[in-house]
């Protein structure tokens, strides 16, 4: 509680970044399961505004704290609506993440932007029949994977300028991976999320193309699990082969 009253009177933005940082670290070291449910959802309501900040380094900070939430071993029933996981056991074991996803390593970013918010309009890049070829399954997208393939240019199936941060885009691409381990949180979306790697993977720096080759092993370890369970299926199929076309 005392944490979620920092984040929100806290002005400075060094501050805020370090006030983020302890409730990552808070995240990692408490037995949810244990405790009253609304806590995790006092300060994500916060969170969830502040991942769109304007300044990088608030924002991968915000950033950090979904990510050891998604990758954490017990959620609870109240964690699982947050960050909108379906409850299902075909996902495979958590353990099979890379320790290091769950690290809250941030990077110094040289130029600060003002206190405002992300708009949500950008210009659009002119690339002709990109809509349609990363058009958005009608199933609602989850709101922390929206605000990462954004993050990454991809804006309501359509592409955009990415974040200028790479930071930013960095820390985006390691949620996504976190969040492989859930792939039904994914499974509608497959053709946004393989444009958002493709671009990562084509116009970006030999870093960016690293978190991104992690990102899509572990979207293809979560992919052979889901379809070794016996859910294939035409849609599935389809889609994933579309997935591949587009690298």
Known sequence: DKLTQALIKEGDLTVLAQILKCISIFITVTPFHRLRSGIVSGFVKYVRLLVRHKDPTVKVAALIVIKNLISLPEMTSEILEIVEIPK???EFDWRKIDESLRMAQTREEDELIDLEFDDEEEDLLDEPNVEEAVSINAKKMPWVLQNIL???GIHK???????????VRIESLQVL???AT????????LLPIATALARSFHESPSEEKLHASRSLEFLGSSI???LSQGNSSCTTSTTISLLFKLF
């Open 88 to 90: 299902s056991k075909i």
């Open 150 to 152: 954004e993050n990454l």
């Open 157 to 167: 199936g359509v592409l955009k300028l990415p974040s200028i941060a790479m930071s």
């Open 177 to 179: 991976a976190a969040m």
């Open 182 to 189: 859930h792939y039904l949180l994914l499974k509608d979306h």
């Open 224 to 226: 052979n699990n889901y």
